[in-house]
C-alpha cells in the first residue's frame, strides 16, 4: 500500500461566484501556478480530468493524466493509484 504524504485538489466546473480553474484547458497555467504557489513536483503529479481538455493540459504540462469515463470511474482510478 502507498501512502500518500500530500495531496492537492484543483477542481473546476462552470461556477457562478468563482472564475473557475479550468476557464483556460487545454493551457496549462493553472498546473505551474499551483506547482509554484503550493511547492508541487510536477513529474510526481497525478492530474484526473474528466474531459479530453482536461488530458490534453495535462499532458502539454508534462503531468501524469488519467480520464475519468463511464468505464472507468473516480473510485476506480483511485483504487489503482493506491
Do not use: C, S, W, Y
Not at 476557464?23 to 492530474?47: C, Q, S, V, W, Y
Request: glycine share 8%; net charge positive.
Amino acid at each position: 500500500m502507498v501512502l500518500v504524504k500530500q495531496a492537492v485538489i484543483l477542481a473546476g466546473g462552470r461556477g457562478t461566484r468563482l472564475k473557475t480553474l479550468t476557464d483556460n484547458l487545454p493551457k496549462p497555467g493553472m498546473f505551474f501556478r499551483a506547482a509554484r504557489e503550493h511547492h508541487i513536483d510536477l513529474t510526481k503529479t497525478i492530474f484526473i480530468g474528466d474531459d479530453e481538455r482536461d488530458v490534453e493540459a495535462g499532458e502539454v504540462a508534462g503531468i501524469k493524466t488519467i480520464l475519468v469515463t463511464p468505464r472507468k470511474n473516480l473510485l476506480d482510478i483511485i483504487k489503482e493509484i493506491v
